[in-house]
């Protein structure tokens, strides 16, 4: 299913689009006029047809009118972020199902975009991943698990991690707030770079897997609160770990 800026095959479905045929596409303004009216919006990719069934997102949903509302997004295979998500009138709660039939494929893949739902929160169940573009996100996000292989996370809002993240590339926070809840993995010679007054938060288990770095790179004010553990566990050379502020209970061993 793709959300586009034009009519779309499913557009007579709404508020519930489900399709029977392969390359179904929904108009974005369709989905508009439903959140604007206060309703639920809910996609899914069917059961039928030969496609893997993801659902791209390459045309911004825009509320702008009407009371609080949520649009649901489950895919069996990859929800691919592409453009913007925002709310200026109503709480609009975002929730992307990747991976909906369970069968093990499917992430939710965070591209150029900028998520900001007025008081919303975005929910992604199972995993996300980010490999390119800047990601906005001026809302609070709640992610399962996040395999982050390179680009830029920014805005206003907090992620929260609650399961684990791996970290194979270069990941940077620019000024943005990001909380590890669960265990977190940096392989190799892989960077998270806490920048431009960004706010990294670890309440629990980092495995520097390699010579890799936890670091401010660029910009001041940052801040590395260890609440947890950050242990490293390969490598023959140093890792370095390193902001503005470093506080926190926890325990470091590099």
């Known amino acids: 299913v793709t959300i586009q800026a034009t009519t779309g ?18 108009a974005n ?36 009118a009407g009371g609080n509302a949520s649009l649901t997004l489950n895919a ?16 609009l709660d975002v929730f992307f199902v990747p991976d909906f039939d369970n069968s093990g494929a499917g992430t ?5 975009s900028t998520v900001s739902l007025n ?13 390119g573009g800047v990601t906005t996100l001026n809302s609070d996000a709640i992610l399962n698990n996040l395999i982050w292989t390179g680009a830029t996370i920014t805005g206003s809002g907090t992620t929260t991690v609650n399961g684990t993240l791996t970290v194979n590339g ?9 909380t590890l809840n669960g265990a977190s993995t940096l392989n190799g010679i892989s960077q998270l770079r806490v920048d431009s007054g960004s706010l990294l938060t670890n309440n629990g288990a980092i495995d520097l897997a390699g010579d890799a770095l936890i670091i401010q790179f660029t910009g001041t004010g940052s801040t590395i609160t260890n609440n947890g553990s950050i242990t490293k566990t390969a490598g023959t050379g140093s890792s370095l770990i390193g902001a ?11």
Do not use: E, W, Y
């Open 119 to 131: 008081g919303g929160v975005l929910n992604i169940a199972g995993t996300a991943s980010k490999a």
């Open 29 to 64: 303004t369709v989905i508009n006029t439903a959140l604007n009216a206060g309703t639920n919006v809910v996609i899914d990719t069917g059961n039928t047809g030969t496609q893997a069934g993801d659902i791209n997102v390459n045309a911004a949903i825009t509320k702008s």
């Open 76 to 91: 069996a295979n990859n929800i691919n972020l592409n453009a913007d998500i925002t709310s200026s009138v109503g709480a």
């Open 170 to 178: 270069v990941g940077v926070l620019s000024g943005h707030r990001l």
């Open 9 to 26: 095959t499913l557009d007579g479905q709404s508020p519930s689009f489900s399709p029977g045929v392969d390359d179904s596409t929904i």
């Open 244 to 254: 503005t502020t470093m506080d926190g209970s926890g325990t470091l061993s590099v």
């Open 108 to 112: 939710a893949v965070l591209a150029t």
